[in-house]
C-alpha cells in the first residue's frame, strides 16, 4: 500500500497533465500493482521539454469500461496483421471466377444475338491486315498484275481486287501480291465488302466468300444466282432465279451461319437487278424491274433484315432503266438511272432531289462520298458533270472523247484513250498525264491507283 499511494501522490502532483489522463495512469498503475510488478519510474524533470515547447498530445473520448476490459478491448489491437499470402490467394481466385463467369455469360449473349460470328470474323481480318503488314518488306508499285483485260476492279482494304475472266489477283495495300485465285466459272463475278470478297458464277449455282488470304466459306444454291452484295461487315446478300416466284434474295451474317433472311419476290414485285446495303448493315436498298403495261418499270424498295414486312418504295420513271444506287446517308439512297438521277428519302420513298440528262446518253458515273460525277455523251462530244450531295450541279466541262470517269473524295478523273486528265469538282482543270495506251480503271485504294495492260501505278501529276 505504500508504494501505491506514494505513486498516487506523485501522479497528483503533476498540474500539467489533465483529470483524464490521471485516471488512466492511475489503472495502469492498478494493473502494474496486482500483477506485483513496480509501475514505470517517470523521467527527470530536467530531462522533459519545457510547458510551452511540447505538443499538445491528442485527447480521445473517455472510455467507459473498467481498467481490465480496457486492456481485453486493445489486445486485439496489438496483434493485427498484413493480409496473408494464403489469403491474397483466395481473393485472386474469386475474382477471377467472377470475371469468367462474366464471360460466359457476354459468350452466351453474343451467341444468341449472332455477334459471336461477326467478332470472329473481324478478328479473321485484323490478323489478316498485321501479317501483311509485316510482311511488307520489297512490295511497292508499280506492279505487274498479269491481267491485260481487267472485267472487274474493287479496292480492297486499301489494296485491290482484280479479275478477267479465268483469274482473280488479290494485292495488298502496300503493293505486294498476295494470291492468284482461279475460280473455274463461267461468268464469274464479285463483289467486295471492305476486306472480304465474294466470288460468284452468274451462270451457275457456286459462290466462295474470301479473305485476302484464304478462302472462308464456299456454298451452292438450288437455282442459279444471278446477283451478289457485300456489306462492310461481310453480310451478304444472294439473289437467285426461283421455280415459284420471280426471284428470292437470301441475306447471310458476316459467319454464313444460321438462317438467312429470306425475301420472295413475286411477279408484281420485280426482279433485283442492283443492291445496296446502309452503313448499319441491315438496312439495304433493292432495285427491281418488272413489264407493266407492256413496259419495264423500276422499283427501289427498302428492306430490312430485322423486319418481316417490307419498307417504303420509290416507283422511277417509266421506261427508266437503273444504273448504279448507293447509300449516300443513313436517311438517302441515290438512284441513277439512264435518263436521270434522284435521291430518295428512305423513311417515306419519296423523291427529294432531281438530276435530268437533258436527252444526252450516260456513258459513265462515279459516286465517292457526297458527291457525283457524270460522263454525258452529246452530240459533238462528251461533258463532265459534277454534282453535289443535293444532285445541284457544280461544273459542267467539255470532255472530249473520253472512255469513262472515276472520282475519289478530292479529285474527279477523266480516262482517255491515253492518259488521265485530273478534275476537281469546280471544273478546275488540275493536270494532264499521257501514258501512250488507254487506261482500264482508276481506283481510289490506299493510295489512287492507276491500271493500264496488266501493270498497275500510283496516279501522279506528271511532274511528282
Known amino acids: 500500500m505504500a508504494k501505491r499511494l506514494v505513486f498516487t501522490i506523485w501522479i497528483s502532483s503533476s498540474g500539467s497533465l489533465s483529470s483524464l489522463m490521471n485516471r488512466s495512469e492511475n489503472a495502469c498503475a492498478d494493473c502494474f500493482l496486482e500483477r506485483g510488478e513496480a509501475p514505470p519510474t517517470p523521467p527527470p524533470a530536467s530531462k522533459q521539454q519545457p510547458e510551452r515547447e511540447r505538443p499538445a498530445p491528442e485527447r480521445s473520448a473517455p472510455s467507459t469500461l473498467p481498467p481490465k476490459e480496457q486492456g481485453a478491448a486493445a489486445a486485439p489491437a496489438a496483434t493485427l496483421r498484413p493480409i496473408s499470402p494464403i489469403l491474397r490467394r483466395r481473393q485472386r481466385r474469386r475474382r477471377i471466377a467472377v470475371v469468367l463467369v462474366v464471360l460466359i455469360i457476354a459468350a452466351v449473349m453474343a451467341v444468341g444475338s449472332g455477334l459471336l460470328g461477326t467478332s470472329i470474323a473481324m478478328l479473321g481480318d485484323m490478323t489478316d491486315s498485321i501479317s501483311l503488314y509485316l510482311n511488307r518488306a520489297g512490295a511497292g508499285w508499280p506492279a505487274n498484275t498479269g491481267i491485260r483485260t481487267p472485267t472487274q476492279v474493287k479496292p480492297l482494304a486499301g489494296g485491290f481486287v482484280e479479275m478477267d475472266n479465268e483469274d482473280v489477283a488479290v494485292y495488298s495495300a502496300y503493293g505486294a501480291k498476295i494470291r492468284t ?6 461468268r464469274p463475278a464479285l463483289a467486295v465488302g471492305n476486306n472480304r470478297f465474294v466470288l460468284y458464277n452468274r451462270a451457275g449455282k457456286e459462290l466462295t466468300v474470301q479473305s485476302r488470304t484464304r478462302q472462308l466459306y464456299a456454298k451452292s444454291f438450288n437455282n442459279a444466282i444471278m446477283l451478289c452484295e457485300m456489306a462492310q461487315n461481310g453480310t451478304l ?54 413489264a407493266r403495261d407492256g413496259q419495264l418499270r423500276t422499283t427501289v424498295r427498302m428492306m430490312n433484315t430485322n423486319s418481316d414486312t417490307a419498307g417504303p418504295f420509290y416507283v422511277a420513271d417509266t421506261g427508266s432503266v437503273i444504273l448504279k444506287l448507293k447509300w449516300i446517308s443513313s436517311s438517302r439512297v441515290l438512284a441513277v438511272f439512264d435518263t436521270y438521277a434522284a435521291i430518295i428519302n428512305v423513311s417515306d420513298g419519296t423523291e ?6 437533258g ?67 469546280d471544273g478546275t482543270h488540275n493536270w494532264s498525264r499521257d501514258y501512250g495506251a488507254a487506261p482500264q480503271a482508276v481506283i481510289n485504294a490506299r493510295e489512287t491507283l492507276v491500271f493500264i495492260s496488266g501493270t498497275v501505278e500510283v496516279l501522279n501529276a506528271p511532274h511528282e
Not at 485465285?181 to 463461267?186: N, S, T, V
Not at 425475301?263 to 420485280?270: A, F, I, N, V, Y
Not at 445541284?392 to 488521265?420: E, I, M, P
Open 181 to 186: 485465285i482461279q475460280p473455274g466459272y463461267a
Open 352 to 357: 427529294s432531289a432531281r438530276y435530268d440528262y
Open 359 to 425: 436527252g444526252a446518253t450516260l456513258q459513265s458515273v462515279s459516286i465517292s462520298g457526297r458527291s457525283t460525277a457524270l460522263l454525258l455523251a452529246v452530240r459533238g462530244g462528251d461533258t463532265l458533270v459534277t454534282l453535289d450531295d443535293s444532285l445541284n450541279q457544280l461544273a459542267s466541262v467539255a470532255a472530249g472523247q473520253a472512255k469513262s470517269v472515276s472520282s475519289t473524295a478530292t479529285a474527279v478523273y477523266l480516262l482517255t484513250a491515253s492518259g488521265v486528265e485530273s478534275y476537281g469538282y
Open 237 to 290: 446478300a444472294v439473289v437467285t432465279e426461283s421455280d415459284r416466284y420471280a426471284a428470292e434474295v437470301m441475306v447471310y451474317d458476316a459467319s454464313f451461319s444460321g438462317d438467312p433472311f429470306t425475301w420472295k419476290l413475286t411477279s408484281t414485285d420485280g426482279t433485283p437487278i442492283a443492291l445496296s446495303f446502309a452503313t448499319d448493315n441491315h438496312r439495304f436498298a433493292a432495285a427491281t424491274v418488272a
